[in-house]
């Protein structure tokens, strides 16, 4: 990547990343009392991560029915509380097992 | 508590980074990122989710303000485990030692920081965070190189690893606590619709579409649900 569009977006991330932690951190000594407040840090990460994977996971490798199979498996060892290198493991292996088996038809 | 203490609690995190990491290594240099500027993305930002959209948004050659908001708000729970956390540090924690182990503050290392039973002191925290930061780096690098050398249908299938790890989070969770997956549910149907429908996906881009998601899932739940316990039902 041309490290003209690189850097300066880089930039921004580093500072805004830093900020964002050290700001409070050195900042707020008190806890949030709000519980509306509460609940909108509590589902922010949930909120980003299943916006971030739906539907972008189907279209993260070049065959579709790969990502779906490894969706698939993803859901199935999640729903079963496997570890995150267990499920990460049995979706890359589904989704390039079905690709190339796709790739033969 | 020291030093020492500190980077053996952070074994554990360091390991599960390395793996992580790898799947991040090998997205970031198939979206179109040299080897070393991954891992600088990773040394500099030592955050899963925002990098992944982070990544995404250098690839559409984004705006710095769409990076900005976008980068705030994916990282906007960091601020609540920093206050949290800070409740419970010693009298080593100064103005300058809260500066340098800011950067520390991560989901995993935040759980393990808060769980443990006693105050976190400067030297316990900069500990904590040592071996995350190497395997989160490390994990990269093997990855974006591996990225490069491995056959494309390979690197393609491996690509996809970090959205599960991802589903792999989000999902538990949402056994757990009913207002969770209300939630979640909503992020995904709002983020489908921003997708298919070819009015938003030409106007408004990745990181964009991740806020706004992201943002009024949250907000709605927040307003409906503000307790988990009366959600929990």
Known sequence: ?105 | MGFSKGVKDGLAIGLGYLSVSFSFGVLAVNSGLSWWQATLVSLTNLTSAGQVAGVGIMAASGGLIEMAIATFIINLRYSLMAISLSQKTDSSMTIPARLITGYVITDEIFGVASGADHPVSFRYLAGLGVLPVIGWTLGTLLGAVCGNILPAMVTNALSIGIYGMFVAIVLPASRKSRSVMVVSIIAVVLSCILFYVPFFKENISSGFAIIICSVIASVIGAFFMPSKEEADG
């Open chain 1, 1 to 105: 990547m041309d490290n003209l569009i690189f850097f300066p977006l880089l930039a921004v991330m580093i500072v805004v990343t830093y900020l964002i932690r050290a700001l409070p951190f050195v900042l707020f000594r008190e806890k949030i009392e709000s519980p509306r407040l509460k609940a909108f840090f509590e589902y922010i990460p949930y909120a980003v991560l299943s916006s971030m994977t739906f539907p972008a996971i189907l279209y993260s490798t070049d065959s579709v029915p790969g990502a779906a199979a490894g969706l698939l498996v993803a859901l199935l060892l999640s729903w079963r509380g496997k570890s995150l290198l267990i499920v990460a493991i049995g979706t890359c292996l589904s989704a390039f097992l079905v690709s190339l088996a796709v790739s033969f038809i």
